[in-house]
């Protein structure tokens, strides 16, 4: 079933980081990086960054069952790193474009199953 955001406790939320360096120096390299970018975003990440990637889960049983989905899937070479922290973590977070101050991505309206 699926909850509105409202309901969504910002303690059992969590938000699923991904952070990478991928070698792009060879056509090879450049396609294990296209196909790991393309799987962050089939599996529901949005891209903060170049190369830091974020995704909202409804708990850490969630957060743990996608990163290990993506683990299997890493590219053959480069660093890639993972992170949970809750919603109300992530909410705390200060994001600046240039010196103005804007608003952290918002948790999704509704969540995603599959």
Not at 30 to 52: E, I, P
Not at 71 to 86: A, I, N, S, W, Y
Request: net charge positive.
């Amino acid at each position: 079933m699926t909850r509105g955001r409202e309901n969504l406790s910002e303690y059992k939320g969590m938000w699923l980081f991904t952070l990478f360096d991928l070698p792009v120096t060879t056509s090879e390299a450049r396609k294990d990086y296209a196909n790991f970018r393309k799987n962050l975003l089939k599996q529901g990440f949005t891209m903060l960054q170049y190369s830091v990637y974020a995704r909202y889960c409804s708990d850490e049983d969630r957060g743990k069952l996608i990163k290990n989905r993506l683990k299997r899937e890493l590219p053959p070479k480069g660093d890639v790193r993972f992170l949970l922290v809750t919603d109300r973590q992530f909410g705390k977070m200060e994001v600046f474009t240039g010196r103005k101050r804007v608003s952290t991505e918002k948790k999704p309206r509704q969540l995603f199953l599959f």
